[in-house]
């Protein structure tokens, strides 16, 4: 009987911890994408895939994150950072050029290595401070 008892209670517990292991998963999942979901609507998206869409990666921060450029619906540009968890701050500007220089700003008063300058949407003689990132050009 002992056996038989160890065998149910493991059995109980394996299906109790897979079972409720994808459900938590799912949980998490949904909790972690309700905060994009958030942060889009933020940025004037319906959706975060939206959002993403008009979304570029600027550089690399020791932290393991970055800097992102969103071109924004209105055709003004937010800038933030993906330290911490969603919804991130941001602040907009007007114009590209007024993006670009500020995130270059950023960049060198981190004194962040040259090589964490990696901005997206652009082929290699491409003049960033002049022209905006360009979607056909993401990675």
């Not at 994808?22 to 889009?40: C, D, S």
Request: with cysteine; proline share 5%.
């Amino acid at each position: 009987m002992e056996g038989e008892e160890q065998e149910k209670i493991a059995y109980i517990f394996c299906k109790m911890f897979i079972c409720g292991g994808k459900r938590l998963m799912n949980f998490l999942k949904n909790i972690f994408f309700r905060k994009y979901e958030q942060f889009a609507k933020e940025l004037g998206y319906r959706t975060w895939s939206e959002a993403s869409d008009h979304t570029f990666f600027m550089f690399h921060i020791r932290e393991d994150g970055g800097w992102y450029v969103t071109e924004l619906p209105n055709r003004t540009w937010a800038v933030w950072n993906n330290e911490g968890d969603p919804p991130y701050s941001f602040v907009t500007f007007l114009t590209w050029s007024e993006t670009i220089r500020y995130l270059r700003k950023l960049f060198d008063e981190y004194g962040y290595p040259e090589t964490y300058w990696a901005p997206e949407g652009y082929d290699i003689d491409d003049d960033m401070f002049v022209n905006p990132p360009q979607k056909d050009k993401k990675l």
